[in-house]
């Protein structure tokens, strides 16, 4: 696996427990008792993306997983974030900034979260098998370039819809 996967240290067995009964409102899984969280940014416009964003929020995570906080790319904390590596307008792929500055991209953002997930560990595992990985590169390619066109985009908060979006680009009501 690419990098170093973002660990959480120091947390006796109450804080665990504690952080995995939150409720998450904050755009974090296991919200985070110290300023060492990792920063997933994802494209806020991408019908995809928003879906696959609630849907990690709703997973359960292993208690020594580290904390990660959830910013659209639009954000200007994701430009600040990304530093050189942010570019105006859509995003190629979703990245994960570590608490040390370092950036992963694309698929290799996803894989570094999976070892804090439930099941996740076995989808990681999974992906050592030859062929596997570079074949999830390759379809992380695909629907990264083509998923405004397969499942449409969702107006950022703040912004005003347009309502001349045929209705495959609006949002679900």
């Not at 996740?120 to 066109?149: D, E, N």
């Amino acid at each position: 696996m690419v990098g170093l996967v973002c660990l959480a240290f120091g947390l006796n067995k109450a804080n665990q427990m504690n952080q995995i009964n939150q409720t998450n409102q904050t755009n974090q899984i296991n919200p985070p008792r110290t300023s060492q969280a990792c920063l997933l940014i994802y494209d806020g416009q991408c019908r995809l993306c928003v879906t696959a964003k609630k849907g990690l929020e709703r997973l359960e995570t292993h208690a020594d997983a580290a904390p990660v906080r959830m910013v659209p790319y639009q954000s200007e904390e994701a430009k600040q974030a990304l530093r050189a590596s942010y570019r105006p307008g859509r995003p190629n792929a979703a990245f994960l900034v570590r608490p040390n500055g370092e950036i992963a991209r694309g698929l290799d953002a996803f894989l570094a979260l999976l070892p804090g997930l439930k099941g996740g560990r076995i989808l990681a595992a999974l992906l050592r098998f030859p062929l596997v990985k570079p074949f999830g590169y390759l379809l992380y390619w695909f629907v990264a370039r083509y998923r405004y066109s397969i499942f449409g985009t969702v107006p950022l908060a703040g912004v005003s819809e347009n309502s001349s979006m045929p209705s495959r680009d609006r949002p679900l009501k």
